[in-house]
């Protein structure tokens, strides 16, 4: 079973940055963050959750458009840890922010970390 702990959530205002991290344990430690899909969803109030980052087992990554060129999905193996770098923060990234990890034969999630911009 694999435990996912996030942090690096808080108050920020508009144009700050913040560094989300995704620490994992359980299981994941024998095969490590490298063998799993990562991904970063959002969910803001009374709106849906929605996917925002995405690090794939080959190193690939995806970026929702709202997002892209501020924010960035890295991983660091030694530490089985994945962050994400959010920059140019708007009052609209406001909401809580989840970490999910998956393969074909597993899914796990966060408890969220609440992420808040003020104008």
């Known amino acids: 079973q694999v435990q996912l702990v996030e942090a690096g959530g808080g108050l920020v205002q508009a144009g700050g940055a913040l560094r989300l991290s995704c620490v994992a344990s359980?299981?994941?430690?024998?095969?490590?963050?490298?063998?799993?899909?990562w991904n970063w969803y959002r969910q803001g109030l009374g709106n849906q959750r929605e996917v925002v980052a995405q690090l794939f087992s080959g190193g690939g990554r995806n970026y929702a458009d709202f997002v892209k060129g501020r924010f960035t999905i890295s991983r660091d193996n030694a530490k089985n840890t994945v962050y994400l770098q959010m920059n140019s923060l708007k009052p609209e990234d406001t909401a809580v922010y989840y970490c999910n990890a998956w393969r074909p034969s597993d899914n796990a999630w966060g408890q969220g970390t609440q992420v808040t911009v003020s104008s």
């Open positions: 359980g299981t994941i430690f024998g095969s490590g963050t490298m063998n799993w899909n």
